[in-house]
């Protein structure tokens, strides 16, 4: 079924990892309503949703009381009818986490996010996928599985800091190529500041930059092959 999809799981988590902000949509703590808000969102290695959220907001009551949620990410069409535009809605549930790596690849989304990410109100939320569903305009309407969407990503998990590492200390020039000839960006001060088998955020203090990967890669191999490719490419 997932091979003939119109609207790929892949290109759903490259939705999803390419958003900046979602809509994020809980149960009232108090009545049970339903209440949405609007949040940054990151991803972490296998693409789950994570969110930096304080103790003062409805959503995160709401979610200390009943862990269930949805949440939707867009991508507008720059005029016309705006449900022509791609959407995901991942729904599933929320828990606080303080997985290592996880604060760092928020970060590398959303770099302002520095100036609060510390205040002991705030903490990183996680949401484990049941089920996404994916909607690209007439005809291409699909309900995913999280294991379909969300494939193990064990060995991409494992190298990633060490890849981090390794990029910005031995191939800092491939780095600045990525960011001024693939991604448009003026040159010079651009870092890897999170790698995931979709692609790699690049970072220069408040600016962040998403390098996408197409195919995924899955392996250390396969990420050694697209880094060396992309770093030959300009961009069309």
């Given at each position: 079924?997932?091979?003939?999809?119109s609207?790929?799981?892949?290109?759903?988590?490259?939705?999803?990892?390419?958003?900046?902000?979602?809509?994020?949509?809980?149960?009232?703590?108090?009545?049970?309503?339903?209440?949405?808000?609007?949040?940054?969102?990151?991803?972490?290695?296998?693409?789950?949703?994570?969110?930096?959220?304080?103790?003062?907001?409805?959503?995160?009551?709401?979610l200390?009381?009943?862990?269930?949620?949805?949440?939707?990410?867009?991508?507008?069409?720059?005029?016309?009818?705006?449900?022509?535009?791609?959407?995901?809605?991942?729904?599933?549930s929320?828990?606080r986490?303080?997985?290592?790596?996880?604060?760092?690849?928020?970060?590398?989304?959303?770099?302002?996010?520095?100036?609060?990410?510390?205040?002991?109100?705030?903490?990183?939320?996680?949401?484990?996928?049941?089920?996404?569903?994916?909607?690209?305009?007439?005809?291409?309407?699909?309900?995913?599985?999280?294991?379909?969407?969300?494939p193990?990503?064990?060995?991409?998990?494992?190298?990633?800091?060490?890849?981090?590492?390794?990029?910005?200390?031995?191939?800092?020039?491939?780095i600045?190529?990525?960011?001024?000839?693939?991604?448009?960006?003026?040159?010079?001060?651009?870092?890897?500041?999170?790698?995931?088998?979709?692609?790699?955020?690049?970072?220069?203090?408040?600016?962040?930059?998403?390098?996408?990967?197409?195919?995924?890669?899955?392996?250390?191999?396969?990420?050694r092959?697209?880094?060396?490719?992309?770093?030959?490419q300009?961009?069309?």
């Amino acid at each position: 079924m997932s091979g003939n999809r119109s609207f790929s799981a892949a290109a759903a988590r490259g939705l999803l990892r390419r958003a900046r902000t979602a809509t994020l949509s809980t149960f009232n703590s108090d009545d049970g309503s339903p209440y949405a808000s609007l949040v940054n969102v990151a991803t972490d290695v296998r693409g789950w949703p994570v969110i930096l959220v304080s103790t003062l907001a409805w959503h995160t009551r709401n979610l200390l009381a009943d862990p269930r949620a949805s949440l939707m990410v867009a991508e507008l069409p720059p005029d016309g009818d705006a449900l022509t535009g791609a959407r995901v809605t991942v729904m599933g549930s929320f828990s606080r986490c303080d997985a290592p790596g996880l604060i760092r690849r928020y970060l590398a989304r959303h770099p302002a996010a520095e100036l609060y990410a510390s205040f002991g109100d705030f903490g990183i939320w996680r949401m484990e996928p049941q089920r996404a569903h994916a909607v690209a305009g007439f005809g291409r309407i699909e309900t995913i599985p999280a294991d379909e969407m969300f494939p193990s990503t064990d060995e991409m998990d494992a190298l990633e800091a060490e890849a981090l590492s390794h990029m910005n200390e031995d191939h800092a020039d491939a780095i600045q190529r990525y960011a001024e000839l693939l991604l448009g960006a003026s040159p010079g001060g651009w870092k890897i500041a999170a790698i995931d088998p979709d692609g790699a955020d690049l970072c220069r203090e408040q600016e962040s930059l998403r390098l996408a990967f197409d195919p995924p890669v899955w392996s250390g191999m396969e990420l050694r092959a697209v880094l060396a490719r992309l770093g030959t490419q300009r961009k069309d």
